[in-house]
């Protein structure tokens, strides 16, 4: 049985690997560590209570002692590090809890990791991985007729949550070079689908609008992101972790820019098809224009030639199918959205939306 820690696997993209992984394969042990923040959801994993090949520890990247114990005790062979503060806005209002995980936390990850890398035998050595999730916003803005980010662009991050995470990136970056730790990076485009929390837009538009809410799009919606099925996504992981040249960065996108408008319009149309009952149909006229967020970049577009090539990875879904099956589990997961919504999430929605 082979070993892989995860951190922040209770958060939506880890909890979808944690259970892509032990699909796809018998061989492996899972442990995931957590520190649960508002974000993280144990429901998320709620489907391997029993399986013996999972373990949730509750825990903190950032605390070396507990790390310490964790390495010498499940002796990992691979590490892939979720663990993060998140959200934009939230590192707009309050930056200091994205330095502590985002930075110090990876830190202290990347060192108790060196200290047991080092420990072992030559092929050990060899064998292990520190696969580290990162996002495309390190590269900062584009221009709406720029070429996509490659692997190549300087970094230029803009909001407090990109530049912990490029500092984050920086960090993986120097123990690989400086101690041979095998590492790798991955800089993903927004992600979509099941066990996301409802504070990023897709699934604040689905849960607001089958309830008859405003739809909030900040400025005038013609921000372009990028978006990659959360399974695509996964699927990229697992062979950058088996295939991934060590010291290499890999960008992943879902070959799918759309701007906000579009998507929230497709969102409305599809819960039409779905609810053509609904109060508020059609559904677009809960369409809201609000005040822009501060320094809200205004494009991200993924090159994602280098993983195609050497990995042969290619997403699947396309954006049709994957908001489909992504509204459809929103509507037939009702206690999810209301634990997801316990909490202090109703304090951070009239925060940030208060002035509509
Ligand atoms: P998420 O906010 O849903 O989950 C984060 C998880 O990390 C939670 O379970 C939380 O409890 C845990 N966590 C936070 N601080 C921790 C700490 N100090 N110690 C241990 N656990 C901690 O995040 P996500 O959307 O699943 O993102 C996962 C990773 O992917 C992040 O590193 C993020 O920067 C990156 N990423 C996400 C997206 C996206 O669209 N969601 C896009 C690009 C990159
Ligand atoms: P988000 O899901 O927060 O991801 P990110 O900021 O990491 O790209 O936002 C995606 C886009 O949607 C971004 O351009 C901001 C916009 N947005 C809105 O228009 N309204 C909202 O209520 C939210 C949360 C985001």
């Given at each position: 049985m082979s070993v892989i820690l995860v951190t922040g696997g209770a958060g939506f993209i880890g909890s979808n690997f944690i259970l892509s992984e032990l699909r796809r394969r018998d061989d492996v042990r899972i442990v995931n560590l957590d520190c649960l923040t508002y974000a993280g959801n144990p429901m998320n994993l709620a489907g391997l209570r029993g399986d013996s090949r999972y373990l949730f520890i509750h825990g903190n990247i950032g605390d070396g002692c507990w790390l310490r114990n964790l390495f010498e005790r499940y002796r990992p062979e691979a590490v892939v590090n979720f663990a993060a503060e998140t959200h934009v806005d939230r590192s707009i209002l309050g930056p200091e809890p994205f330095v502590r995980t985002n930075v110090m936390g990876t830190c202290c990850l990347l060192e108790e990791a060196r200290c047991y890398w080092e420990s072992l035998p030559a092929s050990g050595r060899k064998a292990f991985r520190f696969l580290h999730i990162s996002t495309d916003e390190v590269y900062g803005s584009l221009k709406l007729d720029s070429p996509p980010f490659t692997e190549e662009n300087p970094f230029a991050p803009n909001s407090p949550y990109s530049a912990s995470k490029a500092a984050a990136d920086h960090f993986v970056r120097a123990y690989g070079h400086t101690y041979g730790l095998p590492t790798l990076t991955t800089n993903c485009s927004n992600n979509y689908g099941p066990r996301q929390f409802p504070e990023k837009m897709i699934p604040l538009m689905i849960l607001n609008a089958l309830e008859g809410k405003a739809l909030p799009v900040y400025g005038d919606g013609r921000n372009v992101r990028d978006w990659l099925f959360v399974e695509d996504h996964c699927d990229a992981l697992h062979r950058v972790l088996t295939h991934g040249r060590p010291g290499e960065t890999y960008n992943i996108g879902g070959h799918c820019e759309k701007t906000n408008l579009e998507v929230v319009t497709t969102i409305c149309r599809m819960l039409d098809a779905i609810?053509?009952?609904?109060?508020?149909?059609?559904?677009?006229?809960?369409i809201t224009f609000v005040e822009d967020r501060p320094g809200h970049d205004l494009r991200y577009a993924i090159d994602s030639s280098k993983i195609e090539r050497e990995v042969g990875w290619t997403p699947k879904e396309t954006f049709e199918t994957g908001l489909e099956r992504t509204i459809r589990w929103y509507i037939e997961n009702p206690a999810w959205v209301a634990a997801a919504r316990s909490g202090d999430y109703h304090v951070w929605i009239k925060r940030q939306y208060a002035a509509q």
């Open positions: 609810r053509p009952k609904a109060p508020r149909v059609p559904h677009e006229s809960l």
